[in-house]
């Protein structure tokens, strides 16, 4: 079977917003892109997203939503869902006919591709901050100007020029998307976060491993790496004896990358020199791990660890076989 929504797509275009998540409320996003084979065939897509979690989609055909959330449909009265979904409706329409537009009135050739993206949060201090993203061939190409009710082009071109012309003179539906971002986004917001709260507050603990690669014979690169964590953010340092390593050319963090399952995984990596002396640990710290940090040792300290485990782990055993000996002595 063919998927009827594509999600992935759309991610491509937006790296931008994969900024990291700061505090307040997640995002409220919207984004849709459509690409033009030619003058006669085109393809739609949407999706919308609260923080990191892909809520639903446009259908590809029918420009029906799909929802992804079962706590997404019950967050509205049937009626707010039925004035959204016509709104989608004509909101792809009213972009296609502006492209039209803009294909009569510049250079542009096909195949070219599209894309909106709308968003709003509330801030820890009340305020809510919004955008709203023209893009065009995955580049931003007017940005919505709340305050003001106007359309800024950020490439100064043909193309930039012209849709802003165009939206501009557009003053009432301008209007109606001054209040859409500072008001029904931030009210659709507040009932989202409400429902799908267990999602939103889900905390999945991180799991470490450290190895070593060999990277030439004065250096040893240690790898640590963290994967199975949710949310996004987190914090990795190396420890050499005891102390945080600063940060230099010897230390590398990756970006925090996607898992299929929304988790996210990152490494760490440390250049140091073969037998150097010192100890090294990997230490994370995250939000499901409370105040407490999960601390990773390499090398010696590594099997100093696993012994120690298994001595206590002995000791334990021995423990509780001698106090079930001396309960089942006390009852009898
Ligand atoms: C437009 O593109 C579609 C899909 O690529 C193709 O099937 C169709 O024949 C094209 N039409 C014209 C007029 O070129
Ligand atoms: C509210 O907080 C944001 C950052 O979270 C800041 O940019 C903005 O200026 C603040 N506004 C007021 C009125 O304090
Ligand atoms: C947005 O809403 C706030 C309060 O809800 C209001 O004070 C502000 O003027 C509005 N801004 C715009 C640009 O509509
Ligand atoms: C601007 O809007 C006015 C009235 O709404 C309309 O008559 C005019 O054709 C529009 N101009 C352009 C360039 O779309
Ligand atoms: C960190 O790793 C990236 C990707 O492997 C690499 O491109 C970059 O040069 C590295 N930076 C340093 C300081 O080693």
């Avoid at 491509?12 to 996003?29: H, K, V, Y």
């Avoid at 939503?65 to 792809?92: C, F, T």
Wanted: proline share 7%; glycine share 8%; aromatic share 10%.
């Amino acid at each position: 079977m063919q998927p009827r929504c594509l999600l992935l797509f759309p991610f491509l275009f937006f790296p931008g917003t994969w900024a990291e998540p700061e505090a307040g409320s997640p995002m409220l996003q919207l984004r849709h892109f459509v690409t033009f084979q030619n003058a006669t065939s085109m393809q739609v897509g949407g999706l919308g997203l609260v923080g990191d979690i892909n809520i639903g989609c446009v259908d590809r055909r029918t420009w029906d939503i799909h929802y992804h959330q079962p706590w997404l449909r019950p967050a509205l009265p049937k009626g707010d869902w039925d004035v959204i979904e016509s709104s989608i409706k004509s909101y792809l329409r009213d972009f296609n006919s502006l492209v039209q537009t803009l294909i009569t009135h510049t250079s542009m050739s096909f195949p070219f591709v599209f894309q909106s993206s709308i968003g709003c949060k509330l801030q820890p201090n009340g305020t809510t901050r919004t955008y709203l993203v023209i893009g065009y061939e995955g580049q931003d190409l007017l940005r919505f100007h709340l305050i003001k009710g106007t359309w800024d082009r950020v490439p100064d071109n043909e193309v930039s020029a012209a849709a802003e012309h165009f939206l501009n003179n557009a003053t009432t539906l301008n209007e109606l998307i001054q209040v859409l971002l500072n008001v029904t986004c931030v009210d659709i917001l507040e009932r989202f976060t409400e429902y799908g709260r267990a999602d939103l507050e889900r905390q999945e603990p991180p799991t470490a491993t450290v190895f070593a690669r060999t990277a030439g014979p004065a250096q040893l690169l240690l790898v640590c790496r963290i994967t199975g964590f949710y949310p996004r953010p987190i914090s990795v340092a190396w420890l050499r004896d005891g102390h945080e390593v600063p940060p230099g050319p010897a230390l590398n963090t990756s970006a925090v990358l996607p898992n299929a399952d929304l988790t996210y995984q990152v490494y760490s990596v440390l250049t140091v020199a073969p037998r150097d002396g010192h100890s090294y640990a990997c230490r994370v710290r995250h939000r499901s791990l409370g105040t407490r940090s999960l601390l990773v040792p390499w090398g010696k300290s590594n099997a100093g660890l696993i012994a120690g485990l298994g001595v206590a782990l002995l000791a334990a055993v021995v423990v509780s076989g001698a106090l079930w000996v001396w309960r089942r002595r006390k009852c009898h």
